[in-house]
């Protein structure tokens, strides 16, 4: 059960509240644990990687009530993590493309 405190700072956006929490720290543990710190996606794919994440299949933001469910858990090393969520780094593409001009003017 997620504390009600933690629900209310995920539901107007303070994620961070929730991740530095102590109850989620055990969580976090706890399900590295329980997929022997393995990647489950990479397994899935015959492969094997360190997992390093623990990753909520439903959205933290979208179903604050998931948070702490076993079953909306699974551990990620960091390369699965960054490819299930891609709109983390759009901000940084768009402004990688927009940047027309080199970084500096000095050229070798």
Sequence with gaps: MVPKELIQAIEVGDVRKFYKSTVWKHKRKEILKRDNFECQ???????F???EIVHHI??????PELALVNDNLKSLCATCHNEVHP???????S???ERNEPITKERW
Excluded: P, Q, V
């Design 87 to 93: 709109e983390k780094f759009e901000k940084f593409r």
């Design 41 to 47: 996606r990479c397994k899935s794919k015959g492969r």
């Design 49 to 51: 990687s360190k997992a």
């Design 58 to 63: 439903k959205h933290l933001r979208d179903f």
């Design 95 to 97: 402004n990688w493309e």
